[in-house]
């Protein structure tokens, strides 16, 4: 009996500190999303073009943040594990070093992506009467993007230690000062001019520079564990530090830009297709964007739990917390899923007044929710091998699926077999379902070999 209320106890112990972190990550992104989905509902007044001309800069831009992406998922990696370790000096060597590098490539490849916006946007769009809005907005973005990508390896090392309320807290002061900012030169209220697109990128870009110094009060101020002391000096990085983050983070940026090449291919494709219909295709990824939103919360969970347990030598909670990461992330798919199939009508008649378009948008939002189920699960197992350090089986199962099955299937469905945009649909639900179901086999087959001297695993 005792040791059966001991178990008990233990297990709300996990679940209590899983929710604490997942719940404030959660929270995080969606924030993030709404904030995306304030921006198209403030940008719609000025028409779908411009609601076009906004979302297809998204991909081209996520094809370039690839690799601070990469830096920030390294740094969750190395610092989560430092932790377990209770190793202080080793998080923030590793820390100090990841966000050197960040600045320096930001400041690069900020001024290059700005000063060559207008090929880079013809080269990855052909909605040619967009165009001019797309290029102003993706300057203003890429010239200042070095606010995003310090917000990011700043946020990812705090998840790492499961500092989530404070990313949390990050977001909220970002959506406040994009809102008003938005609100401010969007049509123009209070004075200020009406910018349309470029005021909606100068207000992302504020938001961001809030988000950013949010994040650096509290590590000068309040942080014990990592600290930005020091960041500053000449460098005293080891060999074998620099060593461990060009290995992880090579295999980490090939996963992130094998990814967003094929995100990138199918938003070529899917700009061949008239606005109207690429219109209401952008708003349902809204509706995934929120699935992404719950999946990045779960994530960030599972790689700082099972990046401690690994850390501290406890394999056999690594196991726990994945099987924990799957239970919680199927229930909150599958609520997920009946939400956005019970209030489809609602959600696109915020967007469009036009019958056709609402329809259509509802019959979206079925295979949106298919793609929910997968899509969660997916990132579950995915993060459960980045906790144990494992980047090299992501990268060959984001390469299969989202690099070669996504484009090539919606290639032949929309331009061979004209299926227009049922065609990108079905090719997503190919490549994600291909994916999801690897990532299953893989990632049990990851945790089992780390774990192989724990008894009960089943």
């Known amino acids: 009996m005792k040791k059966r209320i001991e178990k008990t106890k233990m297990e709300q112990n996990r679940v209590k500190q899983f929710s604490g972190i997942a719940i404030p990550a959660i929270l ?29 800069t998204t991909q081209p831009k996520l094809l370039f943040l690839a690799i601070f992406y990469a830096l920030g998922t390294a740094s969750s990696i190395f610092v989560s594990q430092a932790m377990g370790r209770n ?38 769009s052909s909605q040619f009467e967009t165009m001019a809005e797309s290029v ?5 973005i890429m010239g200042f993007i070095l606010f995003q990508n310090v917000s990011i390896v700043l946020n990812a090392a705090l998840r790492g230690i499961g500092e989530t309320k404070v990313t949390f807290i990050s977001s909220i002061f970002m959506g406040v000062f994009d809102i008003l900012v938005n ?47 020091g960041i500053v000096k000449k460098s005293t990085t080891r060999q074998n530090t620099l060593q461990n983050i060009c290995s992880k983070v090579g295999n980490l940026i ?17 700009s061949g297709l008239n606005a109207d219909a690429t219109a209401v295709y952008f708003v349902t990824m809204i509706l995934l964007n929120y699935t992404f939103a719950f999946g990045d919360g779960l994530q960030s969970a599972v790689v700082s739990l099972i990046g401690r347990s ?40 915020l967007y469009f007044s036009d019958t056709d378009s609402i329809l259509r948008g509802t019959q979206y939002s079925y295979v949106a929710a298919i793609l929910t189920v997968m899509q969660i699960l997916r990132i579950v197992n995915i993060a459960a091998m980045r906790g144990v350090g494992e980047v090299k089986i992501p990268r ?29 649909w079905i090719a997503s639900l ?27 695993w089943a």
């Not at 969606?30 to 979302?55: F, H, N, Q």
């Not at 102003?136 to 203003?140: L, M, N, P």
């Not at 394999?315 to 924990?324: K, Q």
Request: with cysteine.
């Open 254 to 270: 090939f996963e992130n830009m094998f990814t967003r090449i094929g995100f990138l291919i199918s938003s070529i494709i899917i």
């Open 28 to 56: 995080e992104s969606i924030v993030g999303v709404l904030i995306t989905s304030i921006d198209t509902k403030m940008i719609s007044p000025l028409g779908k073009g411009a609601i076009s001309a906004v979302s297809i």
């Open 183 to 229: 609100y401010l030169l969007i049509e123009g209220h209070w004075g200020f001019p009406a910018m349309g697109v470029s005021g909606d990128a100068i207000g992302t870009v504020s938001g961001m520079a809030a988000s950013c110094a949010v994040s650096i009060f509290f590590l000068i101020r309040h942080s014990d564990f990592l600290s930005l002391k």
């Open 396 to 424: 060959t199962l984001a390469s299969i699926s989202v690099l070669i099955i996504n484009p090539t299937v919606s290639f032949l469905l929309t331009k061979i077999f004209t299926f227009g945009v049922w065609g990108i």
């Open 136 to 140: 102003s907005f993706f300057r203003i």
């Open 310 to 349: 690994l850390g501290a030598g406890d394999l056999n909670e690594i196991r726990v917390y994945l099987r924990m990461g799957r239970v919680i992330g199927s229930m909150v798919s599958v609520c997920l899923s009946a939400v956005y199939i019970l209030g489809a009508h609602c959600f696109f008649g």
């Open 87 to 124: 190793n202080r000096d080793e998080a923030n060597e590793y820390f100090h070093t990841i966000l050197r590098i960040c600045v320096f490539l930001s400041v690069i490849i900020g001024a290059g992506l700005a000063l060559f916006a207008s090929p880079v946007m013809r080269l990855f």
């Open 430 to 456: 190919l490549s994600q379902g291909i994916w999801c179901l690897m990532s299953f086999i893989k990632g049990d087959s990851c945790i089992r070999s780390i774990v192989s001297n724990a008894d009960g």
